[in-house]
């Protein structure tokens, strides 16, 4: 469920961060399992498998599934479940019509040339294959960049090129897929707002390090510190429970 290379400058990814800070991810993923809806003996690939909780679970479900992470420490987390996994970066899929359906959970916004990754998609995938995906959507986690961005220029620093992430509309994405060739079957933008288990800083800290690359340890505290105050007006509720305001673009589509 991660990508680095050209994409996310500052991005580090640790298994067990992502474990304690972003287990939720996985879960709330049954709904575009549903829409894969896999089938014993598919070969799937999961593209942006990140610690492999998910492509287990296709796995479960009879699926011959090979997980793909531009990270190399989430394949090792991915491995250590059993699950087949290589270190591949979303915009270079090696792979040549080979696979019944490709599968991405909560990872293609974090890559961010979708026309590269969409045309290797569709070179993975065998002749009338499905490309199965939710992840951000236009809107997605607005605030807490808006506060990100505010913190930044509070203290003076530009937040251009900060910004690591694609979140297009369902227009926008649509019509790439169709450039690339794909035949849309479903493409919506659902509003998720979602608890955080461990607070807003836990998710800052596992995802939002790309804002905060090569600060000085004291102004990153402040940065986020202030952007904490910020958000805490709109996405903490009187008991102090964090809600990250997400919205998902799921969609489904077929060569
Ligand atoms: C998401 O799943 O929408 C997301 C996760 C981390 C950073 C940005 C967005």
Same mark, same amino acid.
């Given at each position: ?7 996310? *400058?500052?991005? !580090? ?12 991810? =996985?879960?709330?993923? &049954? ?21 492999? &909780? ?17 990270? !190399?420490?989430? /394949? ?10 290589? /270190? ?5 899929? *090696? ?17 961010? +040339? *979708? ?11 065998? =002749? ?5 995906? !939710? #992840?951000?959507?236009?809107?997605? /986690? ?11 220029? #509070?203290?003076?620093? &530009? ?26 079957? &479903? ?5 998720? *707002? ?12 596992? #995802?939002?390090?790309? #804002?905060?690359?090569?600060?000085? !340890? +004291?102004?990153?505290?402040? /940065? ?32």
């Amino acid at each position: 469920m991660t990508n680095t290379p050209q994409n996310a *400058p500052g991005q !580090e990814w640790n298994a067990s961060d992502y474990a304690q800070n972003a287990n939720f991810v =996985p879960k709330l993923g &049954s709904e575009v399992v549903k829409l894969l809806a896999p089938q014993p003996g598919e070969r799937i690939l999961d593209l942006g498998c990140g610690d492999g &909780s998910l492509t287990e679970r296709l796995m479960q479900l009879g699926a011959n599934v090979l997980g793909v992470d531009a990270s !190399e420490e989430m /394949v090792n987390a991915a491995r250590q479940r059993g699950i087949t996994a290589r /270190v591949v970066d979303g915009h270079q899929l *090696p792979f040549d019509h080979e696979f019944d359906a490709v599968f991405s959970n909560a990872a293609l916004h974090w890559m961010l +040339d *979708p026309q590269a990754v969409l045309a290797g998609v569709k070179r993975a995938l065998k =002749p009338g294959g499905r490309f199965v995906a !939710e #992840f951000g959507g236009h809107g997605n /986690v607005a605030a807490i960049c808006t506060a990100l961005i505010a913190a930044l220029q #509070f203290r003076g620093i &530009s937040a251009r090129g900060r910004h690591p992430w694609y979140f297009p509309t369902p227009h926008e994405y649509g019509h790439l897929l169709e450039t690339v060739g794909f035949k849309v079957e &479903s493409i919506e933008l659902i509003p998720r *707002p979602t608890p955080l288990p461990t607070g807003m800083i836990g998710w800052l800290e596992t #995802f939002a390090s790309p #804002f905060l690359h090569g600060l000085d !340890e +004291d102004v990153r505290d402040a /940065v986020l510190e202030n952007t904490l105050t910020l958000l805490g007006h709109s996405l903490r509720d009187e008991q102090g429970n964090w809600t990250a305001d997400y919205v998902r673009l799921r969609v489904s589509a077929r060569t």
